[in-house]
């Protein structure tokens, strides 16, 4: 599985050589330039939705049993 | 504490200058904070081995007081002096890490402690009321704490796999990473840990909702 989305992704490329070469202060508005928006891959994307079903589920779970020991 | 660490280094203005030490301080962290989770399972062996019933200790100081006569005063007292620690910590970066969500989600609300209250009131006060409301919490009379402490570390443990996978996405970007996009030796690792963290994880979780229904 491979994490990386696409070379570039039109706006947003960082300068790495000048970010390296400021100041905490300036090193601040310089690394503040938005990026694109990420653009997974489908793999990627099934691995997120895995994700987001897996939290669902069993934060679902923890929530009840919570619930669940205080009630009881 | 995945979410503190990025924004305390962003507050404190940490730059690629400052990554070696970095990399030296969440190795030093992570190494004491392992070596104290283990301390604190070896100090409450005991219990186990003298058949304490730990289900009808209410808290670490139920925990404490029922080792005192297995272990001796020292011991426990330690024992004690550890919780309190513990809780110090976690107190502090959890009310911070809330401030610096909060700095993040709304908009002038500030995003550091470097401002006065004066200046950043939205952020000192998610920071400041998070703790007061954890200790109001704590001094109601009969609040299952270790409840409350056992579901609230599960429901993190649960929740951390989208923030592992979400930093192994940032990680692996050259866009954004540049030079220092991660090397495949340590994709190897990193998924090992959020795979690791994921089933362990999980298996908490459905073992205690299974307990339920027995």
């Given at each position: 599985?491979s994490?990386?989305?696409?070379?570039?992704?039109?706006?947003g490329h960082?300068?790495?050589?000048?970010?390296d070469?400021?100041?905490p202060?300036?090193?601040?508005?310089?690394?503040?330039?938005?990026f694109?928006?990420?653009?997974?891959?489908?793999?990627?994307?099934?691995?997120?939705?895995?994700v987001?079903?897996?939290?669902l589920?069993?934060?679902?779970?923890?929530v009840?049993t919570f619930i669940?020991s205080?009630t009881? | 504490?995945l979410?503190?660490?990025?924004?305390?280094?962003?507050?404190e203005?940490?730059?690629p200058?400052?990554?070696?030490?970095g990399?030296?301080?969440?190795?030093?962290?992570?190494v004491l904070?392992a070596l104290?989770?283990?301390?604190?399972?070896?100090?409450a062996?005991?219990?186990?081995?003298?058949g304490?019933d730990?289900?009808?200790?209410?808290?670490g100081?139920?925990?404490?007081?029922?080792?005192h006569?297995v272990?001796?005063r020292p011991?426990?007292a330690?024992?004690?002096v550890g919780?309190?620690?513990?809780g110090?910590?976690a107190m502090?970066?959890?009310?911070?890490?809330t401030?610096?969500?909060?700095?993040e989600v709304?908009?002038?609300a500030?995003?550091?402690?470097?401002?006065?209250?004066r200046q950043?009131?939205a952020?000192?006060a998610?920071?400041?009321?998070?703790?007061?409301?954890?200790?109001?919490?704590?001094l109601?009379?009969g609040?299952?704490?270790?409840?409350?402490?056992?579901?609230a570390?599960?429901l993190?443990?649960v929740l951390?796999?989208?923030?592992?996978?979400?930093?192994?996405?940032?990680?692996?970007?050259p866009?954004l990473?540049?030079?220092r996009?991660?090397?495949?030796?340590?994709?190897?690792?990193?998924?090992a840990?959020?795979v690791?963290?994921?089933?362990?994880?999980?298996?908490?979780a459905?073992?205690?909702?299974?307990?339920?229904f027995r």
């Open positions: 599985m994490l990386d989305g696409p070379a570039l992704r039109g706006v960082a300068d790495h050589a000048l970010i070469g400021l100041e202060d300036q090193i601040m508005a310089a690394a503040s330039s938005p694109g928006r990420y653009r997974a891959s489908c793999g990627m994307n099934a691995v997120v939705w895995a987001r079903a897996f939290v589920i069993i934060a679902a779970m923890v009840y669940m205080i009881s | 504490m979410s503190f660490q990025q924004s305390e280094a962003a507050d203005g940490m730059t200058r400052d990554i070696r030490q990399r030296i301080d969440t190795a030093v962290g992570t904070a104290a989770g283990g301390a604190i399972v070896v100090a062996a005991p219990l186990f081995t003298h304490i730990t289900s009808a200790l209410g808290s100081t139920g925990f404490a007081e029922a080792m006569p272990v001796g011991a426990a330690l024992f004690v919780l309190i620690e513990a110090a910590v502090l970066t959890i009310s911070a890490s401030a610096y969500a909060v700095g709304a908009a002038g500030g995003h550091s402690f470097n401002p006065s209250l950043a009131p952020f000192h998610a920071n400041i009321g998070l703790a007061a409301m954890a200790a109001g919490i704590v109601i009379p609040t299952p704490l270790l409840s409350i402490t056992l579901n570390n599960l993190a443990t951390m796999p989208p923030a592992l996978l979400f930093i192994l996405i940032m990680a692996n970007d866009e990473m540049g030079a996009v991660n090397r495949r030796s340590t994709n190897v690792v990193a998924i840990v959020a690791l963290v994921t089933l362990a994880g999980s298996a908490a459905i073992v205690a909702f299974v307990g339920i």
